[in-house]
């Protein structure tokens, strides 16, 4: 989710606002006596606006107050700060031909120190040295830069084949705005003189040492998309005003995103435009060094959208998975079926496209870890969540597949990276009782563990399951279990349910990453806690139709099959509604507060981080635009009807006795805005409910970070501990 500025026509910006508050009217109309004053929240929604500030921390300071009088706060502080002054975690390595990169984040520099190796003959990296420290950078200029995504981030912003030269995007206290800055990766300082782009919304990609393709917002005329993303994508030339750098290609004033990407080295190097019209339909361009466009001849509503926000370029083909029969140059090709397009316009039309490998019935491919390799590209198969990953090589024209790992059950793949200057492959294995480890594969050769998280708690006292629960409407729904082996609690057991199951992005097993509340979830297994994820549609457990089975009018499904696993462990004898704790970030928050809305009789606490709540409203705050093809768009009264159902902040009424809601934020969150969560937390207090709520001024959309914001993360796991484990801790 993301965030940006207005339409160039202000006409068409007139008709949908005059479209919206038609919708919104019709929605408003229905609400109820007790909800007519939601639009006196409105002043909540501007980020910056002073009332908003000293509103948000008033609310701040005195949450803090009450929860840090909660019983188990300061053994749970004490323990959170015990953990974290440890071994820290692993940082991800991100390969890039004979170098290999990492963000470096302790408890003593949160901000992490971007970190350079040379590797060996084997592929492994050798001695680690600091070449950015982000700390020092930012005690140096006065400003709060931040750099994440950093496995993301490099490949494509490090110009292949040395990769010494690195566009780095430095976000401002963790908001999507980032200047970008040329960066010299060998002597670990800023080019003078070199590519920069003032702070805004902006993406670049290297195409040759002296040419960028960019899409910017930084310039007062440059166009943009309604989320305030970039619209027009230009060839930027060193030496030459950002302004005046050559447009080849813009997308149409009302679409959602267009992204960037490239690939390849020297003169064969390329990039590539993904024109998403909404996250169902989506064009791509091919843009040569010269200038040249191409689009490839996939059909609109043929692709996947995670497929297209990640690593679908390589240095020869494109990759993509298909969501419906298709056909290509007189060939048909079948939906599920994973796509080789090649790059080279000099390839004949015949042959540039080739099926890499069709997943049998039960297999769906993982949306978000496809990646190209030197000659081929690796990816994710899943099989009733078990999952393994595949390397497919181009030899002679044919596609060869092996299988490079296999996962337990239980486990999950937490990333695959590929190298495009050759055919290694890292692959990161791990469980909820397994630490997250790194391995280097090379077949034939042996593999190589490149990193391996500490072990910080004895996991052969947990054990996980897979499960099964029928949803409201008879499908069945797979979920994740883990539990004590043997019960320390008496009776039903407390538990966490979590989740995302939206845009086709899953939760899956992780070692304490921020999917299962970072290190202090081991406070929560430490005093027998239970968790719970379920594989609910919207995600992409089963492919895009499983996504597509929660999209607009059928969001409810997503929440009928949290439901329905919640209700499933409470009939058989599990757990009880006073023991069970919903949380989740982002669209996960949402779906927490839905819960907590909807079924307040199933849940004992609420924790709802950089959430939307108010669906009707959306548009107006951060990125709203870009979700109306997942949500539904509220001008349209149809959808405004099923919006109306569900929708948090409509759905807060007096009189009903809701479970504690706990509700964090960042000011500088510009993807979602923190007005969702304000404006949450102050209607649930309007009507007599127990609500705490935290914002912090930064951190962004991912403010829920142990190393930079402990003391938010200790408040949140006491306020869980004791409400869900009545005094049993």
Known sequence: ?????????????????????????????????????????????????????????????????????????????????????????????????????????????????LQLARRDAAGVPGPWRTVLDIAALRKKTGIPYELSLIEYLLRGNCLPPEYNRCLLPLSFAGSDEAEIREFDLDKGEFVKDGFYVPKSLSETQWLNRDLVIVGQTATSNAPRTPANRPLAIQLWRRGEPLQAAQVVYQAEPGDALVLLTSAGSGSSRYALITRLIDFSHFEIRIVHQDGRVEQAPFPQDALRAMDLMTRIAGPKSIFVELTRDIEIAGKTYSAKTLLSYAVDPSVPATKRTSAVYRPCPDDFLDPVFTTATGNGVAFVPIRRLVPRVMVATLANGNWSVHQVVQADPGQAIGGVAGDEQDDDVLVTVRGFVTPSRQVLYRPPAASHLLAEDPVLFDGSNYTTEIRSAKSKDGTDIDYYLLKPRVPQHKGPQPLLVTGYAAFGISFTPSYFGYEVAGPAFKLW?????SLVIPAARGGGEHGEPWHRAAMRELRQNSYDDFIAVVQQLIDSGFTAPSRIGAFGMSNGGLLAAVLGTERPDLFGAIVSDVPLADMFRMKYMGAGPLWLEEYGDPADPRMAQVLQ?????????????????????????????????????????????????????????????????????????????????????
């Open 525 to 529: 297994l430490d005093r027998g806690g």
């Open 645 to 729: 159902r569900y929708s948090p902040l409509q759905n807060v009424r007096a009189g009903v006795k809701y479970p504690p809601f706990f509700i964090s934020v960042s000011t500088a969150d510009d993807r979602v805005g923190p007005g969702h969560a304000r404006k949450m937390a102050a209607r649930l207090e309007s009507v007599g409910a127990q609500v705490y709520f935290y914002e912090d001024t930064e951190g962004g959309h991912g403010v829920s970070d142990a190393y930079r914001n402990p003391q938010l993360m200790a408040l949140r796991m006491a306020f869980l501990i004791d409400n869900l484990m009545k005094g049993q801790h």
């Open 1 to 113: 989710m993301n965030s940006r500025q207005a339409l160039p026509c202000l006409a068409v910006v007139m008709l949908m606002i005059c479209f919206f508050c038609a919708g919104a009217r019709v929605a408003r109309q229905s609400f109820g006596a007790d909800q007519t004053s939601l639009s006196d929240l409105e002043w909540l929604e501007t980020p910056r606006d002073q009332k908003a500030i000293n509103w948000a921390k008033q609310q701040t300071q005195e949450s803090i107050r009450r929860l840090e009088t909660l019983p188990s706060y300061q053994q749970v502080s004490n323990g959170l700060d015990r953990l974290l002054k440890g071994v820290p975690t692993q940082p991800h390595i991100v390969l890039m031909g004979n170098r290999a990169v990492r963000l470096l984040v302790t408890q003593a520099n949160p901000y992490g120190e």
